[in-house]
């Protein structure tokens, strides 16, 4: 039996480990740090959004909608996705139209979604600001939390054999003449492999894969703030919108994440993140603007300790290595692989197991760049 070796512990790691360790294969996973503590990790639940993503990742999404809602029965947990409904607002005229194409182009894609008037924004969400013309529903969307479904895959793959490490970087692939056999770690130990070395450490991969391959991905962190909580929550709904850097999830107890892309500084020494105020208090703003009920809302935590990767087309790229048929990486999700993770951590695992790329995960090549 051959043996597989998985660097990264976060979703992808977590969830195909488990789906190979199930099918009776070794594995065993590397994560430099905890599970579940990297782009996986962070406070609250994150958006699990079909509204408003590439094409190209739509039939993706249409896959792991189908998984979502009894992803916890498949996990033994308590229940993990909430289905809310996701509402990006429309607060200028010339963002209706492509809004009208997009929720056209959704829906024949197996996506229902509409534009709504600013009634039946306001039917939705009664706290928005006046401002707002429209918005794009999508009313299958939802939020799910990454934390709890990262370890409970993880917990599933140890208990079908699975051999987890925390605190173990991977330092450089092993090779000879061109060809991998395994991962030299940061400590000096040598993890040699027979069957495939899987790269998903989403920040890391760049590195690890550079003698074969310059992929043009980068690192960022993202701030996420979140309120104290409400008495009066105003939102509803997954809410994005169509020109301000903003996303908002009402938690269960009350609390406001507030989110959208603001950048934070990335420390790779300490591998910790700093918020960066000014970009606090513009993702405040912009909220309140969005809901004028908010102002004067206290935010009780600013995190930025959860590095991602990103794209220069904003898809991730899930390949091969050149010439190694048994490196497989995917990295620079742009913070949207979560969503997607149940259904493309099996289409992975199927590739691993079956020895030939699944057809939706073609777009994703890397000779989509020339």
């Known amino acids: 039996m051959a043996k597989h070796l998985i660097v990264g512990g976060g979703v992808y790691g977590a969830a195909v480990a488990w789906h190979l360790a199930r099918s009776g294969e070794e594995v065993e996973l590397i994560e430099i740090g905890g599970l579940a503590t990297g782009a996986s990790g962070g406070p609250g639940r994150r958006g699990v959004r079909a509204n408003g993503r590439d094409v190209r990742e739509i039939p993706l999404m249409v896959r792991a909608r189908k998984l979502w809602p009894t992803l916890h029965e498949t996990l033994g947990t308590e229940p993990l996705f909430e289905t809310t409904g996701q509402l990006q607002l429309i607060e200028r005229e010339i963002d209706i139209a492509p809004a009208e194409a997009r929720a056209a182009l959704q829906t024949r894609l197996g996506i229902p979604s ?19 013309r429209a918005g794009l529903f999508c009313p299958d969307d939802g939020v799910a939390f990454h934390e709890k479904t990262t370890l409970a895959y993880a917990a599933l793959a140890k208990e079908a054999g699975a051999i987890l490490r925390e605190g173990v970087e991977a330092a450089q692939l092993l ?8 991962v030299l770690t940061a400590a000096g130990e040598e993890i040699l492999v027979d069957g495939k070395v899987l790269l998903f450490c989403n ?4 590195s690890l894969a550079a003698p074969w391959v310059d992929l ?3 690192s960022r962190t993202f701030l996420v703030a979140v309120s104290k909580p409400l008495e009066n929550n105003p939102v509803r709904h997954l809410v994005g919108h169509a020109s301000r850097t903003l996303s908002l999830k009402r938690e269960p107890d009350g609390r406001l994440m507030i989110s959208g ?8 020494a300490t591998r910790t993140g700093t918020p960066i105020q000014k970009e606090v ?18 935010i009780e935590t600013a995190d930025t300790n959860h590095l991602e990767a990103e794209s220069t087309d904003h898809i991730p790229i899930i390949d091969s290595l050149p010439g190694n048929a048994n490196v497989l990486y995917a990295v620079g999700w ?12 099996e289409m992975l695992a199927d590739w691993v ?18």
């Open 334 to 345: 742009n913070g949207h692989g979560w969503a997607i993770a149940p259904a493309v951590a």
């Open 353 to 370: 197991l079956e020895g030939r790329k699944p057809k939706l995960l073609e777009p994703f090549a890397f000779n989509r760049f020339g």
């Open 175 to 182: 090779e000879r003449n061109g060809k991998v056999f395994g």
């Open 216 to 218: 043009p991905v980068w």
């Open 261 to 268: 892309g603001r950048p934070g500084v990335w420390d790779p």
């Open 114 to 132: 509409r534009v709504l008037s600013s009634d039946e924004v306001r039917e939705l969400e009664p706290d928005v600001s006046p401002a707002i």
């Open 203 to 206: 920040a890391g991969v760049k």
């Open 281 to 298: 208090d513009l993702n405040v703003a912009d909220a309140v603007a969005t809901y004028p009920s908010l102002e004067g809302m206290q």
